[in-house]
Protein backbone atom coordinates (compact mmCIF):
# COMPACT_ATOMS: atom_id res chain seq x y z
CA UNK A 1 0.00 0.00 0.00
CA UNK A 2 1.61 3.51 -0.96
CA UNK A 3 2.33 5.15 2.25
CA UNK A 4 0.87 8.80 1.07
CA UNK A 5 -2.41 6.66 1.23
CA UNK A 6 -4.59 6.21 4.36
CA UNK A 7 -6.63 2.87 4.49
CA UNK A 8 -9.68 5.27 3.11
CA UNK A 9 -7.79 6.42 0.33
CA UNK A 10 -7.08 9.50 1.61
CA UNK A 11 -3.66 11.70 0.75
CA UNK A 12 -1.08 12.12 3.19
CA UNK A 13 1.57 14.87 2.93
CA UNK A 14 4.31 14.05 0.85
CA UNK A 15 7.07 15.60 2.94
CA UNK A 16 5.87 14.23 6.22
CA UNK A 17 3.61 11.53 5.27
CA UNK A 18 1.85 11.93 8.47
CA UNK A 19 -0.90 14.90 8.10
CA UNK A 20 -3.76 14.83 5.59
CA UNK A 21 -2.88 16.72 2.65
CA UNK A 22 -4.62 20.73 2.80
CA UNK A 23 -2.49 22.37 0.29
CA UNK A 24 -1.13 22.02 -3.61
CA UNK A 25 2.30 23.23 -4.52
CA UNK A 26 1.57 23.64 -8.48
CA UNK A 27 5.28 24.71 -9.10
CA UNK A 28 6.42 21.29 -7.22
CA UNK A 29 3.32 18.95 -8.10
CA UNK A 30 4.14 18.12 -4.69
CA UNK A 31 0.75 17.94 -1.44
CA UNK A 32 1.33 19.32 1.66
CA UNK A 33 -0.14 20.15 4.85
CA UNK A 34 -0.28 23.35 6.22
CA UNK A 35 2.60 22.85 8.60
CA UNK A 36 4.59 21.60 6.04
CA UNK A 37 3.93 24.69 3.89
CA UNK A 38 6.89 27.07 5.02
CA UNK A 39 9.39 24.57 5.09
CA UNK A 40 8.44 23.11 1.33
CA UNK A 41 9.30 26.56 0.32
CA UNK A 42 11.89 28.03 2.19
CA UNK A 43 13.89 24.63 1.29
CA UNK A 44 13.72 25.50 -2.47
CA UNK A 45 13.57 29.68 -2.21
CA UNK A 46 14.74 29.62 -5.85
CA UNK A 47 12.04 28.58 -7.11
CA UNK A 48 8.51 30.47 -7.55
CA UNK A 49 5.87 28.38 -5.43
CA UNK A 50 2.54 28.06 -6.57
CA UNK A 51 0.75 26.92 -3.06
CA UNK A 52 -3.13 26.79 -3.53
CA UNK A 53 -5.09 25.43 -1.33
CA UNK A 54 -5.54 21.45 -1.68
CA UNK A 55 -4.53 19.65 -5.36
CA UNK A 56 -6.47 20.32 -8.28
CA UNK A 57 -8.23 17.17 -9.77
CA UNK A 58 -7.98 17.40 -13.18
CA UNK A 59 -10.79 16.31 -15.61
CA UNK A 60 -10.47 13.15 -17.91
CA UNK A 61 -10.45 14.63 -21.64
CA UNK A 62 -14.16 13.76 -23.57
CA UNK A 63 -11.48 12.55 -26.62
CA UNK A 64 -8.87 11.31 -25.63
CA UNK A 65 -9.98 9.15 -22.33
CA UNK A 66 -6.38 8.34 -21.11
CA UNK A 67 -5.50 11.91 -20.81
CA UNK A 68 -6.26 14.70 -18.15
CA UNK A 69 -6.78 18.04 -19.05
CA UNK A 70 -4.61 21.18 -18.10
CA UNK A 71 -5.97 23.43 -20.47
CA UNK A 72 -9.56 25.11 -21.50
CA UNK A 73 -11.11 25.72 -24.64
CA UNK A 74 -12.74 29.44 -24.76
CA UNK A 75 -14.36 28.73 -28.06
CA UNK A 76 -15.59 25.36 -27.44
CA UNK A 77 -15.91 25.30 -23.60
CA UNK A 78 -14.29 22.18 -22.37
CA UNK A 79 -11.51 21.06 -21.19
CA UNK A 80 -8.55 20.07 -22.81
CA UNK A 81 -5.32 17.95 -22.60
CA UNK A 82 -2.47 18.31 -24.49
CA UNK A 83 -2.98 15.58 -27.30
CA UNK A 84 -5.81 18.05 -28.24
CA UNK A 85 -3.89 21.38 -28.03
CA UNK A 86 -1.29 19.05 -30.34
CA UNK A 87 -4.28 18.05 -32.83
CA UNK A 88 -5.97 20.73 -35.40
CA UNK A 89 -9.24 19.85 -33.33
CA UNK A 90 -8.72 23.37 -31.28
CA UNK A 91 -6.26 24.99 -33.63
CA UNK A 92 -6.90 28.66 -33.62
CA UNK A 93 -9.21 28.90 -30.67
CA UNK A 94 -7.93 30.61 -27.49
CA UNK A 95 -7.25 28.78 -24.23
CA UNK A 96 -6.68 29.21 -20.73
CA UNK A 97 -5.54 26.79 -18.34
CA UNK A 98 -7.51 24.90 -16.17
CA UNK A 99 -5.79 26.38 -13.05
CA UNK A 100 -6.84 29.82 -14.10
CA UNK A 101 -10.42 28.58 -15.06
CA UNK A 102 -10.51 26.74 -11.75
CA UNK A 103 -9.11 30.04 -9.78
CA UNK A 104 -12.17 32.47 -11.57
CA UNK A 105 -14.68 29.59 -11.19
CA UNK A 106 -13.67 29.34 -7.05
CA UNK A 107 -13.37 32.97 -6.70
CA UNK A 108 -16.94 33.47 -8.50
CA UNK A 109 -17.84 30.53 -6.31
CA UNK A 110 -16.97 32.52 -3.07
CA UNK A 111 -18.16 36.02 -3.83
CA UNK A 112 -21.46 34.21 -4.54
CA UNK A 113 -21.29 32.76 -0.87
CA UNK A 114 -19.62 36.05 0.65
CA UNK A 115 -23.30 37.18 -1.05
CA UNK A 116 -25.45 34.52 0.40
CA UNK A 117 -24.14 34.96 4.10
CA UNK A 118 -23.75 38.49 3.79
CA UNK A 119 -27.40 39.76 2.33
CA UNK A 120 -29.57 36.83 1.11
CA UNK A 121 -29.24 34.84 4.56
CA UNK A 122 -29.77 38.16 6.64
CA UNK A 123 -32.60 39.27 4.30
CA UNK A 124 -34.11 35.82 4.89
CA UNK A 125 -34.28 36.15 8.44
CA UNK A 126 -35.07 39.55 8.45
CA UNK A 127 -38.26 38.13 6.68
CA UNK A 128 -38.69 35.28 9.03
CA UNK A 129 -38.45 37.95 11.77
CA UNK A 130 -41.18 40.17 10.41
CA UNK A 131 -43.17 36.72 9.69
CA UNK A 132 -42.58 36.33 13.32
CA UNK A 133 -43.74 39.72 14.11
CA UNK A 134 -46.56 39.80 12.55
CA UNK A 135 -47.62 36.51 13.90
CA UNK A 136 -47.43 37.79 17.31
CA UNK A 137 -49.68 41.22 16.40
CA UNK A 138 -52.05 39.26 14.88
CA UNK A 139 -52.70 37.53 18.05
CA UNK A 140 -52.79 40.58 19.58
CA UNK A 141 -55.16 41.93 17.37
CA UNK A 142 -57.32 38.86 17.10
CA UNK A 143 -57.62 38.65 20.96
CA UNK A 144 -58.51 42.73 20.68
CA UNK A 145 -61.63 41.55 18.28
CA UNK A 146 -62.75 38.76 20.53
CA UNK A 147 -62.61 41.40 23.50
CA UNK A 148 -64.66 44.22 21.32
CA UNK A 149 -67.30 41.55 20.53
CA UNK A 150 -67.76 39.93 24.35
CA UNK A 151 -67.93 43.82 25.60
CA UNK A 152 -70.52 44.49 22.90
CA UNK A 153 -72.47 41.45 24.54
CA UNK A 154 -71.66 42.67 27.45
CA UNK A 155 -73.54 45.95 26.52
CA UNK A 156 -76.05 44.48 25.00
CA UNK A 157 -76.88 42.17 28.14
CA UNK A 158 -76.99 45.52 30.23
CA UNK A 159 -79.12 46.48 28.10
CA UNK A 160 -81.44 43.86 27.90
CA UNK A 161 -81.31 43.30 31.27
CA UNK A 162 -82.52 47.38 31.91
CA UNK A 163 -85.65 46.34 29.49
CA UNK A 164 -86.17 43.23 31.44
CA UNK A 165 -86.17 44.82 34.51
CA UNK A 166 -88.84 47.52 33.21
CA UNK A 167 -91.17 45.45 31.70
CA UNK A 168 -91.50 43.31 34.89
CA UNK A 169 -91.90 46.86 37.21
CA UNK A 170 -94.70 47.67 34.64
CA UNK A 171 -96.30 44.47 35.56
CA UNK A 172 -95.65 44.74 38.99
CA UNK A 173 -97.30 48.14 38.84
CA UNK A 174 -100.25 47.07 36.41
CA UNK A 175 -100.90 43.59 39.07
CA UNK A 176 -101.10 45.78 42.11
CA UNK A 177 -103.32 48.54 40.75
CA UNK A 178 -105.90 45.79 39.78
CA UNK A 179 -105.63 43.94 43.19
CA UNK A 180 -106.00 46.95 44.78
CA UNK A 181 -109.44 47.90 43.07
CA UNK A 182 -110.65 44.06 43.32
CA UNK A 183 -109.77 44.17 47.34
CA UNK A 184 -111.91 48.25 47.67
CA UNK A 185 -114.76 45.96 45.84
CA UNK A 186 -114.34 43.09 48.15
CA UNK A 187 -114.09 45.11 51.40
CA UNK A 188 -117.47 46.66 50.03
CA UNK A 189 -118.95 42.91 49.53
CA UNK A 190 -118.11 41.97 53.12
CA UNK A 191 -119.62 44.92 54.53
CA UNK A 192 -122.81 43.95 52.91
CA UNK A 193 -122.65 40.40 53.90
CA UNK A 194 -122.01 41.54 57.77
CA UNK A 195 -125.66 44.12 57.61
CA UNK A 196 -127.35 41.09 55.81
CA UNK A 197 -126.90 38.59 58.79
CA UNK A 198 -127.36 41.38 61.50
CA UNK A 199 -130.45 42.20 59.98
CA UNK A 200 -131.03 38.30 59.71
CA UNK A 201 -130.70 37.70 63.01
CA UNK A 202 -132.57 40.78 64.38
CA UNK A 203 -135.93 39.45 62.21
CA UNK A 204 -134.91 35.78 63.74
CA UNK A 205 -134.95 37.80 67.57
CA UNK A 206 -138.73 39.67 67.08
CA UNK A 207 -140.32 36.67 64.88
CA UNK A 208 -139.40 34.33 67.84
CA UNK A 209 -140.62 36.25 70.51
CA UNK A 210 -144.32 36.20 69.65
CA UNK A 211 -144.17 40.19 70.35
CA UNK A 212 -147.22 41.47 68.15
CA UNK A 213 -145.94 44.88 69.37
CA UNK A 214 -142.41 44.41 68.04
CA UNK A 215 -143.60 42.30 64.95
CA UNK A 216 -145.85 45.17 63.50
CA UNK A 217 -143.14 47.83 64.00
CA UNK A 218 -140.78 46.14 62.31
CA UNK A 219 -139.67 47.56 59.27
CA UNK A 220 -137.32 45.17 56.82
CA UNK A 221 -136.35 45.92 53.63
CA UNK A 222 -134.72 42.92 51.40
CA UNK A 223 -135.29 45.17 48.23
CA UNK A 224 -132.18 47.10 49.47
CA UNK A 225 -130.16 43.74 49.01
CA UNK A 226 -131.80 42.53 46.11
CA UNK A 227 -129.80 44.72 43.57
CA UNK A 228 -126.21 42.91 43.06
CA UNK A 229 -122.98 44.30 43.19
CA UNK A 230 -121.19 45.09 39.69
CA UNK A 231 -118.93 42.64 38.70
CA UNK A 232 -115.24 43.08 38.40
CA UNK A 233 -113.17 41.54 35.72
CA UNK A 234 -109.83 42.23 35.27
CA UNK A 235 -108.05 42.32 32.26
CA UNK A 236 -104.16 41.40 32.02
CA UNK A 237 -101.86 42.55 30.08
CA UNK A 238 -100.59 40.43 27.28
CA UNK A 239 -96.64 39.86 26.40
CA UNK A 240 -95.80 40.51 22.97
CA UNK A 241 -92.17 39.09 22.51
CA UNK A 242 -90.11 40.36 20.10
CA UNK A 243 -89.08 37.94 17.19
CA UNK A 244 -85.27 36.49 17.37
CA UNK A 245 -84.09 36.00 13.75
CA UNK A 246 -80.66 35.40 14.18
CA UNK A 247 -79.96 37.83 10.32
CA UNK A 248 -81.95 40.73 11.68
CA UNK A 249 -79.94 39.64 15.50
CA UNK A 250 -76.96 39.73 13.79
CA UNK A 251 -77.52 42.55 11.71
CA UNK A 252 -78.64 45.00 14.87
CA UNK A 253 -76.23 43.22 17.01
CA UNK A 254 -73.00 43.55 14.51
CA UNK A 255 -71.05 41.47 11.96
CA UNK A 256 -67.59 41.43 11.15
CA UNK A 257 -65.83 42.02 7.46
CA UNK A 258 -64.02 39.62 5.86
CA UNK A 259 -60.42 38.81 6.49
CA UNK A 260 -57.83 38.15 3.98
CA UNK A 261 -54.44 37.46 3.10
CA UNK A 262 -52.65 39.52 0.19
CA UNK A 263 -49.38 37.76 -1.41
CA UNK A 264 -47.07 40.46 -2.52
CA UNK A 265 -43.53 39.80 -3.74
CA UNK A 266 -42.92 42.78 -3.88
CA UNK A 267 -43.11 43.52 -0.32
CA UNK A 268 -39.61 42.29 0.50
CA UNK A 269 -36.80 43.60 -1.12
CA UNK A 270 -32.77 41.81 -1.13
CA UNK A 271 -30.32 44.10 0.36
CA UNK A 272 -27.37 43.34 -2.33
CA UNK A 273 -24.13 44.11 -1.39
CA UNK A 274 -23.86 46.73 -3.82
CA UNK A 275 -27.01 48.43 -2.46
CA UNK A 276 -25.09 47.89 1.10
CA UNK A 277 -21.96 49.74 0.02
CA UNK A 278 -24.19 52.66 -1.60
CA UNK A 279 -25.85 52.86 1.53
CA UNK A 280 -22.65 53.15 3.28
CA UNK A 281 -20.96 55.34 1.45
CA UNK A 282 -24.50 57.72 1.49
CA UNK A 283 -23.68 58.48 5.12
CA UNK A 284 -22.63 62.07 5.63
CA UNK A 285 -19.54 63.16 3.49
CA UNK A 286 -16.77 64.89 6.12
CA UNK A 287 -14.01 66.65 5.06
CA UNK A 288 -10.21 66.13 6.98
CA UNK A 289 -9.50 68.97 9.14
CA UNK A 290 -6.49 71.38 7.93
CA UNK A 291 -5.22 71.12 11.57
CA UNK A 292 -6.25 67.86 13.68
CA UNK A 293 -6.46 68.95 17.38
CA UNK A 294 -6.36 67.09 20.59
CA UNK A 295 -9.96 67.37 22.30
CA UNK A 296 -8.50 65.48 25.70
CA UNK A 297 -5.70 63.52 27.16
CA UNK A 298 -6.78 60.56 29.58
CA UNK A 299 -3.82 59.37 31.67
CA UNK A 300 -4.38 55.51 33.17
CA UNK A 301 -0.87 55.58 35.20
CA UNK A 302 0.37 52.54 33.76
CA UNK A 303 1.99 51.71 30.72
CA UNK A 304 0.08 50.99 27.55
CA UNK A 305 -0.76 48.45 24.79
CA UNK A 306 -4.18 48.31 23.47
CA UNK A 307 -7.49 49.96 23.35
CA UNK A 308 -11.03 49.31 22.13
CA UNK A 309 -14.03 51.71 22.06
CA UNK A 310 -16.95 50.45 24.18
CA UNK A 311 -18.41 53.60 23.43
CA UNK A 312 -18.24 57.16 22.78
CA UNK A 313 -18.14 57.64 26.37
CA UNK A 314 -16.02 54.54 27.13
CA UNK A 315 -12.72 52.92 26.07
CA UNK A 316 -11.19 49.19 27.54
CA UNK A 317 -6.76 49.29 27.65
CA UNK A 318 -4.65 47.03 28.45
CA UNK A 319 -1.01 46.99 29.26
CA UNK A 320 1.51 45.12 30.49
CA UNK A 321 0.23 42.50 33.02
CA UNK A 322 -3.30 40.70 33.08
CA UNK A 323 -5.31 43.69 33.81
CA UNK A 324 -7.67 45.65 32.02
CA UNK A 325 -9.17 48.82 32.58
CA UNK A 326 -12.33 50.51 31.60
CA UNK A 327 -12.41 54.60 31.43
CA UNK A 328 -14.61 56.69 31.16
CA UNK A 329 -13.03 58.83 28.51
CA UNK A 330 -14.93 62.41 29.50
CA UNK A 331 -13.95 62.09 33.31
CA UNK A 332 -10.75 59.91 32.68
CA UNK A 333 -11.89 58.36 35.56
CA UNK A 334 -11.19 54.43 35.91
CA UNK A 335 -14.80 52.71 36.40
CA UNK A 336 -13.80 48.29 36.05
CA UNK A 337 -10.88 46.29 35.98
CA UNK A 338 -10.67 42.63 35.39
CA UNK A 339 -8.24 39.94 34.53
CA UNK A 340 -7.61 37.59 31.90
CA UNK A 341 -8.79 33.73 33.40
CA UNK A 342 -5.62 32.90 32.99
CA UNK A 343 -3.48 35.20 34.40
CA UNK A 344 -1.58 35.92 31.62
CA UNK A 345 -1.26 39.61 29.58
CA UNK A 346 -3.74 39.96 26.82
CA UNK A 347 -1.41 39.73 22.94
CA UNK A 348 -4.84 42.29 22.14
CA UNK A 349 -8.32 43.41 22.86
CA UNK A 350 -11.24 44.13 21.30
CA UNK A 351 -15.23 45.11 21.58
CA UNK A 352 -18.14 42.81 19.72
CA UNK A 353 -21.29 44.59 18.32
CA UNK A 354 -23.09 44.04 21.94
CA UNK A 355 -20.25 45.53 23.53
CA UNK A 356 -18.52 42.41 25.26
CA UNK A 357 -15.18 42.47 25.43
CA UNK A 358 -12.60 39.57 24.02
CA UNK A 359 -8.97 39.04 24.67
CA UNK A 360 -6.40 36.68 23.27
CA UNK A 361 -4.19 34.83 25.63
CA UNK A 362 -0.71 34.30 23.83
CA UNK A 363 1.00 32.23 26.06
CA UNK A 364 2.00 28.69 24.71
CA UNK A 365 -0.02 27.18 27.93
CA UNK A 366 -3.12 28.76 26.95
CA UNK A 367 -3.45 30.08 23.09
CA UNK A 368 -7.24 31.01 23.25
CA UNK A 369 -9.40 33.92 22.52
CA UNK A 370 -11.70 34.54 25.15
CA UNK A 371 -15.03 36.75 25.61
CA UNK A 372 -16.17 38.43 28.70
CA UNK A 373 -20.10 37.90 28.93
CA UNK A 374 -22.11 38.98 31.93
CA UNK A 375 -18.95 39.31 34.25
CA UNK A 376 -18.05 35.62 33.43
CA UNK A 377 -15.01 34.83 31.05
CA UNK A 378 -16.00 32.27 28.48
CA UNK A 379 -13.64 30.63 25.88
CA UNK A 380 -14.39 31.45 22.30
CA UNK A 381 -11.79 29.98 20.10
CA UNK A 382 -9.03 27.77 20.87
CA UNK A 383 -5.90 27.95 18.37
CA UNK A 384 -4.41 24.56 16.85
CA UNK A 385 -1.14 23.82 17.79
CA UNK A 386 1.96 25.14 17.04
CA UNK A 387 0.06 28.85 16.46
CA UNK A 388 -0.71 32.29 18.53
CA UNK A 389 -2.61 34.94 18.36
CA UNK A 390 -1.52 38.72 17.34
CA UNK A 391 -4.11 40.57 16.84
CA UNK A 392 -7.78 40.65 16.67
CA UNK A 393 -10.91 42.35 14.87
CA UNK A 394 -14.51 41.95 14.77
CA UNK A 395 -15.78 42.24 11.33
CA UNK A 396 -19.29 44.17 10.59
CA UNK A 397 -20.88 40.57 9.57
CA UNK A 398 -20.10 39.46 13.63
CA UNK A 399 -17.17 37.21 12.14
CA UNK A 400 -13.57 37.62 14.14
CA UNK A 401 -10.58 38.40 12.33
CA UNK A 402 -7.45 36.66 14.11
CA UNK A 403 -4.05 37.58 12.94
CA UNK A 404 -1.22 34.16 14.32
CA UNK A 405 1.86 33.35 13.35
CA UNK A 406 3.55 29.74 13.88
CA UNK A 407 5.85 29.15 16.92
CA UNK A 408 9.30 28.32 14.57
CA UNK A 409 8.56 32.48 13.39
CA UNK A 410 7.87 30.94 9.65
CA UNK A 411 4.49 31.29 9.17
CA UNK A 412 1.98 33.99 9.81
CA UNK A 413 -1.96 34.11 8.07
CA UNK A 414 -5.15 35.63 9.10
CA UNK A 415 -7.86 33.45 9.76
CA UNK A 416 -11.47 34.35 9.79
CA UNK A 417 -13.80 32.77 12.42
CA UNK A 418 -17.57 32.23 12.63
CA UNK A 419 -18.17 31.80 16.15
CA UNK A 420 -15.51 28.86 17.12
CA UNK A 421 -15.63 27.62 13.33
CA UNK A 422 -12.98 28.31 10.97
CA UNK A 423 -14.24 29.32 7.64
CA UNK A 424 -11.40 31.51 5.77
CA UNK A 425 -7.15 31.62 5.97
CA UNK A 426 -5.74 33.92 4.34
CA UNK A 427 -1.66 33.74 3.92
CA UNK A 428 -0.61 33.56 0.39
CA UNK A 429 -1.28 35.41 -3.05
CA UNK A 430 -2.20 34.83 -6.86
CA UNK A 431 1.43 33.42 -6.79
CA UNK A 432 1.64 31.30 -4.07
CA UNK A 433 4.10 33.66 -2.15
CA UNK A 434 3.15 35.17 1.76
CA UNK A 435 1.03 38.24 2.32
CA UNK A 436 2.62 38.91 5.18
CA UNK A 437 6.20 38.68 6.88
CA UNK A 438 6.70 35.21 9.02
CA UNK A 439 7.35 35.68 12.39
CA UNK A 440 7.26 38.70 15.30
CA UNK A 441 9.31 41.82 15.20
CA UNK A 442 9.62 44.40 17.43
CA UNK A 443 5.86 44.72 17.64
CA UNK A 444 3.29 42.48 16.15
CA UNK A 445 0.83 42.55 13.32
CA UNK A 446 -2.28 44.36 13.67
CA UNK A 447 -5.65 44.11 11.50
CA UNK A 448 -9.45 45.62 11.17
CA UNK A 449 -11.80 45.61 8.55
CA UNK A 450 -12.59 48.72 6.63
CA UNK A 451 -16.34 49.59 5.91
CA UNK A 452 -15.75 48.36 2.40
CA UNK A 453 -14.98 44.86 3.80
CA UNK A 454 -11.28 44.95 2.90
CA UNK A 455 -8.77 43.37 5.58
CA UNK A 456 -5.83 45.98 6.14
CA UNK A 457 -2.76 44.44 8.49
CA UNK A 458 -0.15 46.53 9.51
CA UNK A 459 3.04 44.62 8.60
CA UNK A 460 5.69 45.85 10.21
CA UNK A 461 8.99 43.37 8.69
CA UNK A 462 7.42 44.79 5.40
CA UNK A 463 7.57 48.40 6.75
CA UNK A 464 3.86 48.04 5.11
CA UNK A 465 0.39 48.04 5.39
CA UNK A 466 -1.39 45.01 3.66
CA UNK A 467 -4.57 45.84 2.33
CA UNK A 468 -6.55 42.51 1.12
CA UNK A 469 -10.36 42.43 -0.34
CA UNK A 470 -12.89 40.35 1.42
CA UNK A 471 -12.18 37.10 -0.28
CA UNK A 472 -8.16 37.54 0.62
CA UNK A 473 -7.11 38.70 -2.48
CA UNK A 474 -4.62 41.19 -2.48
CA UNK A 475 -5.55 44.79 -3.36
CA UNK A 476 -2.40 46.84 -2.50
CA UNK A 477 0.84 47.76 -0.13
CA UNK A 478 1.09 50.95 1.42
CA UNK A 479 4.67 51.54 2.27
CA UNK A 480 4.40 55.19 3.70
CA UNK A 481 4.93 58.83 2.29
CA UNK A 482 7.60 61.45 2.05
CA UNK A 483 8.85 63.12 3.37
CA UNK A 484 8.24 61.88 6.18
CA UNK A 485 7.79 64.52 9.71
CA UNK A 486 11.49 62.71 11.35
CA UNK A 487 12.70 61.18 8.12
CA UNK A 488 12.57 57.65 9.61
CA UNK A 489 11.55 54.69 7.31
CA UNK A 490 7.80 53.89 7.64
CA UNK A 491 7.06 51.94 10.87
CA UNK A 492 3.58 50.84 10.86
CA UNK A 493 2.17 48.95 14.05
CA UNK A 494 -1.55 49.76 14.75
CA UNK A 495 -3.92 50.94 12.70
CA UNK A 496 -7.87 51.66 12.64
CA UNK A 497 -10.52 53.04 10.24
CA UNK A 498 -13.30 55.14 10.17
CA UNK A 499 -16.92 55.92 8.76
CA UNK A 500 -15.07 57.64 5.24
CA UNK A 501 -13.45 54.91 4.47
CA UNK A 502 -10.04 55.68 5.54
CA UNK A 503 -7.26 54.15 7.03
CA UNK A 504 -5.05 55.50 9.66
CA UNK A 505 -1.96 53.63 10.67
CA UNK A 506 0.44 54.79 13.35
CA UNK A 507 3.97 55.22 11.96
CA UNK A 508 5.63 54.95 15.37
CA UNK A 509 9.11 56.23 15.06
CA UNK A 510 7.79 59.16 12.87
CA UNK A 511 5.53 60.37 15.89
CA UNK A 512 2.47 60.50 13.99
CA UNK A 513 -0.60 58.89 12.15
CA UNK A 514 -1.09 58.46 8.23
CA UNK A 515 -4.48 58.96 6.77
CA UNK A 516 -4.57 57.11 3.16
CA UNK A 517 -8.00 56.66 1.36
CA UNK A 518 -9.30 52.94 0.70
CA UNK A 519 -7.37 52.78 -2.46
CA UNK A 520 -4.23 53.20 -0.79
CA UNK A 521 -3.66 56.84 -1.81
CA UNK A 522 -1.95 59.10 0.96
CA UNK A 523 -3.83 61.86 2.33
CA UNK A 524 -2.07 63.67 5.55
CA UNK A 525 -0.33 63.35 8.69
CA UNK A 526 -1.62 63.53 12.32
CA UNK A 527 0.56 64.90 14.94
CA UNK A 528 -0.99 67.04 17.52
CA UNK A 529 2.42 66.47 19.58
CA UNK A 530 1.94 62.61 19.65
CA UNK A 531 4.91 60.91 20.77
CA UNK A 532 5.35 57.06 19.62
CA UNK A 533 1.64 56.10 19.02
CA UNK A 534 1.42 52.23 19.35
CA UNK A 535 -2.47 50.98 19.41
CA UNK A 536 -5.44 52.79 17.56
CA UNK A 537 -8.87 52.97 17.20
CA UNK A 538 -12.33 55.24 16.18
CA UNK A 539 -15.39 55.95 18.19
CA UNK A 540 -18.83 56.39 16.66
CA UNK A 541 -18.14 60.14 15.84
CA UNK A 542 -14.74 59.39 14.04
CA UNK A 543 -12.99 60.60 17.00
CA UNK A 544 -9.38 59.24 16.57
CA UNK A 545 -8.22 57.74 20.14
CA UNK A 546 -4.10 56.63 20.19
CA UNK A 547 -2.23 54.99 22.45
CA UNK A 548 1.48 56.56 22.83
CA UNK A 549 3.96 53.57 23.80
CA UNK A 550 6.33 55.89 25.79
CA UNK A 551 3.71 57.36 28.25
CA UNK A 552 0.49 56.38 30.59
CA UNK A 553 -1.24 58.18 28.58
CA UNK A 554 -4.59 57.84 25.48
CA UNK A 555 -4.90 60.66 23.65
CA UNK A 556 -8.46 61.36 21.68
CA UNK A 557 -8.17 63.52 18.77
CA UNK A 558 -10.34 65.21 16.11
CA UNK A 559 -9.71 64.93 12.77
CA UNK A 560 -12.39 65.20 10.72
CA UNK A 561 -14.92 67.88 9.97
Request: glycine share 4%; net charge negative.
Amino acid sequence: MDSSTSAQGLMRCDLCVTAMVQVHCDTCLVNLCKACVGEHIISEESKDHKVRKSAPIHPGCISHIQEKCSMYCNQCYIPICNTCIASDQHLGHNSSTILKILDEKKNKIIQEQIELKQTIYPTYQEIASDVKNRMSQLEKEYGDLSTAITKHGEDWHREIDKLVQKLKAEVDEMKTSQLQTLQKHLDEIKQKLSNMENDIESVNVIVESNDFSKLFSLQFDVDRYIKLPYKIVPSLPKFMPGKIQGEELSKNFGALSSSSLTFNKDSYSLKTRQKSLEAESSSPVKRLLDEPETVTTIDTGYGLSYLACLSDEEIWTSGGDSTMKLYSINQGSLLKSITTKSGNTPQDIAVTKSGDLIYTDYCQSDRTVNIMKNEEKEEMIRLQQNWRSDSICNTSSGDLLVIMRSDDGKLTKVVRYSGSTEKQTIQFDDEGKPLYTPGLCIFPKSITENKNLDICVTDEGAKAVVVVNQAGKLRFRYTGHTPAPKNQWFDPVGITTDSQCHILTADMYNDCVHIIDQDGQFLRYIQCGVSQPKALCTDTKDNLFVVQYSTTQVKKIKYLQ
